[in-house]
């Protein structure tokens, strides 16, 4: 069987990130943490896909002035996002003069570009990579379901497209948490049709890689202090933790999905939690990041799930296939 776990002779860094935010998420438990934010949620724009746009930009620009970086000290922008085209990251990142890689893999972008941008600096293809994604609640809404002036209603299963924008800076040299090793995630499709239950459907995928990764290093759950999908929900999560129990591994009290992270669900009214490109994003880039780096977490796995659809695919009737990432990820040396 070939071993599918990329490792580094040169483990690549995460020397900084920057998060922003909209109304919602600054409502919830991680508010402080966001660099920053917008409560009307246009980000001065006048429409809600522009304002996507606007927030990948800043999320840029701070993450670059957090490492001191220029456009040219940066070898490639690895960005994407839910908009159909991309359109968000296109016209987002316009204004820098960095060579642009467009990513598509649903709620997984922030876990797909963090691995890309680990593969071409661990191989000495560029010495800096910035990875970047983003999700908006208007303009997902709008694409997938109903305009918000529909007033359409959500069902128990169904999770709140975060408004976020989370950017990572992957480098060989700096101080920062390290990237070990990846797993890159294969497409499982168990059949899930409902728009409505995007935890059902990724699930089946969180679970085949953390199978693989657990089979291949010969680990346990419990080796590690943290294992945060996104995102799952709370029907994902709760998936997750039953079959992978079947499985032999019993994922712990360390084990969190980013969609259930990022808001109050008692106080807030979104059903089963988190969603979005943006929604483990920003968890990462501010949260997880922050505890990485103040070494309350030395040694997690990060694992961006999502879901491979398309509005027209979902009109006619095609199940939702799934996919998830995995990265490896130590404090190191901070």
Same mark, same amino acid.
Request: charged fraction near 20%; include cysteine.
């Given at each position: 069987?070939?071993?599918?776990?990329?490792?580094?002779?040169?483990?690549?860094?995460?020397?900084?990130?920057?998060?922003?935010?909209?109304?919602?998420?600054?409502?919830?438990?991680?508010?402080?943490?966001?660099?920053?934010?917008?409560?009307?949620?246009?980000?001065?724009?006048?429409?809600?896909?522009?304002?996507?746009?606007?927030?990948?930009?800043?999320?840029?620009?701070?993450?670059?002035? &957090?490492?001191?970086?220029?456009?040219?000290?940066? +070898?490639?922008?690895?960005?994407?996002?839910?908009?159909?085209?991309?359109?968000?990251?296109?016209?987002?990142?316009?204004?820098?003069?960095?060579?642009?890689?467009?990513?598509?893999?649903?709620?997984?972008?922030?876990?797909?570009?963090?691995?890309?941008?680990?593969?071409?600096?661990?191989?000495?293809?560029?010495?800096?990579?910035?990875?970047?994604?983003?999700?908006?609640?208007?303009?997902?809404?709008?694409?997938?379901?109903?305009?918000?002036?529909?007033?359409?209603?959500?069902?128990?299963?169904?999770?709140?497209?975060?408004?976020?924008? +989370?950017?990572?800076?992957?480098?060989?040299?700096?101080?920062?948490?390290?990237?070990?090793?990846?797993?890159?995630? &294969?497409?499982?499709?168990?059949?899930?049709?409902?728009?409505?239950?995007?935890?059902?459907?990724?699930?089946?995928?969180?679970?085949?890689?953390?199978?693989?990764?657990?089979?291949?290093?010969?680990?346990?759950?419990?080796?590690?202090?943290?294992?945060?999908?996104?995102?799952?929900?709370?029907?994902?999560?709760?998936?997750? &933790?039953?079959?992978?129990?079947?499985? +032999?591994?019993?994922?712990? &009290?360390?084990?969190?999905?980013?969609?259930?992270?990022?808001?109050?669900?008692?106080?807030?009214?979104?059903?089963?939690?988190?969603?979005?490109?943006?929604?483990?994003?920003?968890?990462?880039?501010?949260?997880?990041?922050?505890?990485?780096?103040?070494?309350?977490?030395?040694?997690?796995?990060?694992?961006?799930?999502?879901?491979?659809?398309?509005?027209?695919?979902?009109?006619?009737?095609?199940?939702?296939?799934?996919?998830?990432?995995?990265?490896?990820?130590?404090?190191?040396?901070?």
């Amino acid at each position: 069987m070939t071993k599918r776990i990329i490792e580094f002779k040169t483990p690549p860094k995460i020397i900084a990130t920057a998060s922003v935010a909209g109304k919602r998420e600054n409502e919830g438990p991680l508010s402080k943490k966001f660099d920053i934010i917008d409560e009307t949620d246009s980000f001065s724009q006048d429409t809600w896909e522009k304002s996507e746009s606007e927030m990948q930009r800043l999320a840029v620009k701070k993450v670059m002035e &957090k490492a001191d970086m220029k456009d040219e000290n940066i +070898g490639a922008l690895f960005a994407g996002d839910l908009t159909n085209q991309c359109v968000s990251s296109n016209y987002g990142l316009l204004d820098f003069d960095i060579p642009f890689f467009g990513l598509y893999g649903a709620c997984s972008t922030a876990a797909e570009s963090l691995t890309l941008s680990a593969l071409t600096v661990g191989n000495d293809i560029f010495e800096t990579a910035i990875a970047v994604t983003s999700s908006h609640n208007c303009s997902a809404e709008r694409q997938f379901r109903y305009p918000l002036e529909y007033g359409g209603q959500h069902t128990p299963t169904s999770q709140w497209t975060v408004t976020g924008s +989370g950017a990572f800076i992957v480098s060989k040299n700096g101080k920062g948490p390290i990237i070990c090793d990846v797993l890159p995630g &294969k497409t499982v499709d168990r059949g899930i049709t409902d728009i409505n239950n995007m935890g059902a459907a990724m699930a089946p995928a969180a679970i085949s890689t953390l199978l693989r990764y657990f089979k291949e290093t010969d680990s346990h759950p419990s080796d590690y202090d943290l294992i945060a999908t996104g995102d799952l929900g709370y029907e994902g999560h709760r998936i997750v &933790k039953e079959l992978m129990l079947e499985n +032999g591994y019993d994922m712990g &009290k360390q084990y969190l999905d980013c969609g259930l992270i990022i808001y109050d669900i008692k106080k807030q009214d979104m059903h089963a939690g988190g969603s979005g490109c943006g929604c483990s994003a920003i968890v990462f880039a501010s949260h997880i990041y922050n505890e990485l780096c103040s070494g309350k977490l030395n040694n997690i796995l990060f694992i961006g799930t999502g879901a491979l659809m398309s509005p027209s695919s979902v009109q006619q009737g095609q199940s939702i296939p799934g996919i998830a990432h995995l990265l490896h990820i130590k404090g190191g040396d901070i």
